[in-house]
DNA sequence: CCACGTTCGGAACGTATATTCTATCTTGAC
DNA sequence: GTCAAGATAGAATATACGTTCCGAACGTGG
């Protein structure tokens, strides 16, 4: 007898089952359970061979393990790793192809909203791949002990800025939202002290203002976090923490998917960390 | 000599070559064509034997195949396939997962970001779903033939139309945007007539004044657009066309994410439109 | 109707595969 | 230190795989 009973049925159960066994696994089997956690896209496509030589492990070792969990073999293991990329894909970017080839059937709008859909996704994906969590955090902290939060943005970025400070007005947060009426944002901007904060976001072409407004903050001390598009950007240089966020456009106009989610995240973590303390 | 210069190197050079070649495909091959762009999983995963008889055709004649389209064999194909599932998963959910799995160990900011970058995520293949095409067209036929866009939004829903106001402004399509100062909307608004058109935002709980502004001018003729989240929303009853979008939240907090991409989609197919004629 | 080139089906081939088996090694208790 | 139980490495094996090959079928132009 080597196996464990019924082997699991979908790749979900299967990764519960190591996670839960991974203890008590001999060496080679933990191995094993390590490399098919990190790397299942190489067991589903490689041979019992090629994987296990990234694994530094012998074929044989795969079979044990596969059988340590109820399969009769690699083989059945191997088809749980596979059903699971089957499964992933089958409904957005499918259905995204399918409008795209109904072309020239379609109409134009038709089109138009699906570039913006396809274009919101990806960004939302981009934010995903591009934010550090431990720079994220960072940001978190110094916007949280801020007395008093300025958000600087113009033009295309200012109804990021300006949800973000309807947020933290529910959030009881105080914050300042700069860049609303003409003439007085330098004159509210005087006020922030090194016990502020400031958020700033600008995407290319740069507002001239945001940028000589974070760099006077800058000067001041003032903790400043941004949100740009390219290491270049003026912001960049002057901040204390910067994130960079590629927007994905359709026709130079971006839907600002990413940028919301993000501003979103931002707000409510740094309320929460005020609130915890 | 079988093949045709060098091979596609990758899935969507190849989905071009055999559709632009499919015509000109002897019958058998026409059929693994057919097949293949329609099961791209089963050949991704399956065997040489097991797609043939799922084609219903000879292992041999899939080799063929490749080899028409440049490969050496079925198996350069078929890698083709495998990479085309391997880069569709590598970014997004695995990242999710991988931190969700951290969970204790990371921060509680990290989560939040987290959290919202999959509401952002869902809110948008949710607006995939909800809208219909039609309706759309419908929608942006209306706002491009109107001379004056009055752009009505409150609160969470502002930004929005904020950032509507600001890309028409760019695209040179005239609009007013209501509910940005205090007292003068409703002047703003006895201008509207039958010729002009409005576009309402607003999700529960709604805004007591943008629904009352979008009942007097559907009391007035003037064509109405909205983008709520409910139908027994207050705007739903008085539209000409509205749009259901459930933008997934955490905490209370949406990202808009979803309903940026909608208005944007929207904003350019009016100025696109009204552009062509 | 015939010759020719192309396409197809199916068997044959060599290889690579997953699995099994066994000798060796490790582990831990007494 | 010894022994037993389990785990591992690596060779052995039987299987299944992708590919190749060749004769038959098909369609075409003369």
Redesign the pocket.
Same mark, same amino acid.
């Given at each position: 007898m080597t196996g464990s009973g019924l082997p699991p049925q979908d790749f979900e159960a299967l990764r519960m089952a190591i996670l839960e066994r991974k203890a008590e696994l001999?060496?080679?089997?933990t191995q094993v359970a390590a490399y098919a956690l990190d790397h299942p896209d190489e067991i589903a496509f490689g041979?019992?061979? !090629?994987i296990a030589s990234s694994a530094q =492990?012998?074929? !044989?070792?795969? =079979?044990?393990f596969?059988?340590h969990f109820g399969f009769?073999?690699? !083989?059945?293991l191997?088809q749980l790793f596979r059903l699971r990329l089957r499964e992933r894909n089958s409904s957005y970017e499918d259905r995204l192809r399918s409008l795209e080839e109904g072309g020239p059937a379609l109409s134009e709008s038709a089109g138009i909203l699906n570039k913006f859909i396809s274009a919101a996704h990806s960004s939302v994906d981009s934010l995903a791949n591009a934010v550090d969590p431990e720079n994220f955090d960072r940001a978190v902290s110094i916007l949280a002990r801020a007395e008093t939060i300025y958000l600087i943005a113009k033009r295309r970025s200012y109804p990021i800025s300006n949800y973000m400070a309807y947020a933290f007005g529910k959030l009881k947060v105080r914050c300042q939202l700069v860049g609303t009426a003409a003439g007085i944002d330098d004159d509210l901007l005087a006020f922030a002290s090194e016990k502020d904060a400031a958020f700033a976001v600008s995407f290319s072409p740069y507002a001239s203002e945001s940028a000589a407004q974070a760099r006077a903050l800058a000067g001041r001390n003032v903790p400043l976090v941004s949100l740009t598009d390219s290491a270049f950007s003026p912001l960049a240089e002057c901040s204390t923490v910067w994130f960079e966020l590629v927007e994905a456009d359709h026709a130079g106009f971006r839907s600002l998917s990413g940028s919301m989610a993000f501003a979103m995240a931002l707000t409510v973590s740094v309320a929460e960390k005020r609130r915890r303390g």
């Open positions: 001999p060496k080679r089997l041979t019992a061979a !090629s =492990v012998q074929p !044989s070792t795969l =079979v044990r596969a059988q009769d073999g690699f !083989s059945g191997q």
